[in-house]
């Protein structure tokens, strides 16, 4: 049967593909270490677990509003409050089935086909299919190294065209973890404001900062924040990514469409999670500080010892759970044509899955995620190292 257009363009998601490669290594009894999901190694706080348990029990398992349960708008415009001294209203604020369900429902409603999508490289992998599958282009414009990754002022001008509907910005970033300054935000937000480009600031690694502050865009004037559709969720901060909630928060007349559609796609977001999340924003934050600093403890080792291997490179990120290392000069020294090569060799004979950075618009990297124990990570690293002097000696 012949499939829509839309789909045929549709790349996997080379995350899901590594991972999914791991798995079935492991299941066929080979001692795989895989560094490449994107998610915590940390269970779910506990007082979030018995609030949804309490939910259940209390009947609470009924349909909610599209939008979200208004307790937990509530809960997440008091965040806002708190965190970024934004005020939000409830018609300002969308609950979605995760933050990548955000976004996919944002670009349904903004774009028109051909409409362009300024997306800064390093990317997250879905950004750009969910671009292309609201008919939209994607424009890439390179965040480079020697400016950590990020992009300019002057990069995004020269990038903007008629057709430029909206630019990403996503700090601290998948997959490098640098973090945009203030004063670098106010700049592109300048620019933004300058050709009524609507930003799209994800923000879903907030809460893993490592010696660098957080802001918002849309906390740095009134006229960024009428600009800015921020996402956010708990996924990450909260060690919650199965729960599967995000949220979109902004200017009002695109909730309501957001919420429109998503009242004609998946009706509202999992009752339970939701009241999971209440819990998540309104009880103790101490768990997501004690998961912060085990973060910042594991990247203090690891990349010390990951720049000790032969061809390896790589920029101490200042947040989220990911190192992302140059690994061209490592897969010409060990005898292969590209990164990708060298990554699948890995896998298959030392056992370690590692995410290339073509799946990243970046295809001289990998990244490497430090979200699981310090021991594996150890282990991990002296594996790939051995692969390497292997390799660079025979």
């Known amino acids: 049967m012949k499939l829509a257009k839309r789909v045929s363009t549709l790349t996997p998601s080379s995350t899901l593909e ?115 599958l609201a008919g939209g282009k994607p424009v890439y414009v390179d965040g480079v190294e020697e400016n950590e990754f990020k992009i300019t002022p002057e990069q995004l001008k020269g990038a903007i065209t008629e057709r430029t509907k909206a630019v ?96 004609h796609s998946t009706s509202n977001p999992t009752s339970i999670a939701q009241y999971g999340t209440i819990a998540a924003y309104n009880g103790s934050q101490e768990p997501v500080e004690e998961m912060r600093k085990a973060f910042e403890e594991r990247l203090d080792i690891i990349h010390t010892k990951l720049i000790q291997i032969p061809g390896f490179t790589c920029i101490k990120p200042q947040g989220a759970f990911y190192l992302f290392a140059n690994a061209k000069e490592a897969s010409l020294a060990a005898g292969y044509e590209s990164v990708d090569q060298f990554v699948a060799a890995l896998l298959e004979e030392e056992k370690v899955a590692l995410i290339p950075g073509s799946g990243f618009g970046a295809p001289d990297y990998v990244r490497l995620s430090y979200a699981t124990s310090l021991e594996l990570l150890e282990k991990a690293i002296e594996r790939i190292y051995q692969f390497m002097n292997r390799k660079m000696h025979n």
Request: glycine letters at 6%; one cysteine or more; proline letters at 5%.
């Open 18 to 132: 590594i991972t999914a490669k791991a798995k079935e290594l492991k299941e066929a009894g080979h001692d795989v270490i895989g560094l490449g999901a994107g998610e915590p190694d940390f269970n779910t706080p506990q007082h979030i677990i018995q609030a949804a348990s309490d939910a259940m029990n209390k009947g609470f398992t009924k349909y909610t509003p599209t939008g979200g349960l208004p307790a937990l708008k509530k809960s997440i415009i008091d965040k806002f409050k708190k965190d970024q001294n934004i005020t939000y209203n409830p018609n300002e604020i969308i609950v979605c089935s995760g933050a990548k369900h955000a976004l996919y429902t944002l670009f349904q409603v903004i774009l028109d086909e051909d409409d362009e999508v300024i997306i800064p490289t390093p990317y997250w992998v879905s950004y750009p299919e969910q671009v292309k």
């Open 168 to 263: 990403i910005i996503n700090s601290p970033s998948n997959p490098t973890g640098m973090i945009y300054s203030k004063e670098e935000l106010e700049e592109i937000g300048r620019v933004c404001l300058e050709n009524n480009i609507l930003i799209v600031s994800d923000e879903i690694y907030e809460k893993l900062t490592y010696n660098r502050k957080h802001y918002s865009i849309a906390e740095l004037s009134p006229e960024l924040k009428e600009a800015t559709i921020v996402i956010n969720g708990v996924s990450k901060s909260h060690s919650m990514t199965g729960w599967r909630i995000g949220y979109a928060a902004g200017n009002k007349e695109i909730i309501n469409a957001m919420t429109n559609l998503a009242s």
